[in-house]
């Protein structure tokens, strides 16, 4: 079972070392995060930090330093949220849109890599197997 762990996690690095050179190689400036914080603010645009931060895993505070470094890029912008003063909601900007436009044809390229010769069979039980552990670790029976 720790052998499955440790796939798990290698799968997870190797992932995110083939998605930068991706990113790289199409000449994108953005990092792995960056592309998760984007790539998640395309589909909740105008989330706010919290929302952020669990939508990609991210602890809030190394978020905002990333999201500091986006906003002076150019790609997000931060604007007062109208529901609590004191927060933030955080939005694509132009260049932060046409960055996540481009980021579809990569992602789709590199699931292709990552399940070639994998059947549709394997890939379901997968899936049943990772959600009853995910359901395991999240429940009060610990």
Do not use: C, H
Not at 100 to 120: G, H, K, Q, W
Request: aromatic share 6%; net charge positive.
């Amino acid at each position: 079972m720790k052998e499955l762990l440790q796939q798990t996690e290698l799968i997870i690095k190797k992932y995110g070392e083939n998605l930068t050179a991706l990113l790289q190689a199409r000449g994108l400036d953005v990092t792995k995060d960056q592309w998760k914080i984007i790539n998640y603010l395309s589909k909740n645009n105008g989330a706010n930090q919290k929302q952020v931060a669990a939508g990609t895993q991210k602890d809030p505070a190394a978020l905002t330093r990333m999201l500091d470094l986006m906003v002076e890029k150019n790609l997000l912008q931060r604007k007062t949220s109208k529901q609590d003063r004191r927060s933030f909601d955080i939005f694509l900007t132009v260049d932060g849109s046409r960055l996540a436009s481009r980021f579809a044809p990569i992602e789709n390229e590199l699931i292709a890599t990552m399940f070639y010769n994998v059947s549709d069979a394997k890939i379901t039980a997968s899936q049943k197997i990772a959600q009853q552990l995910i359901e395991n670790l999240s429940s009060d029976k610990k």
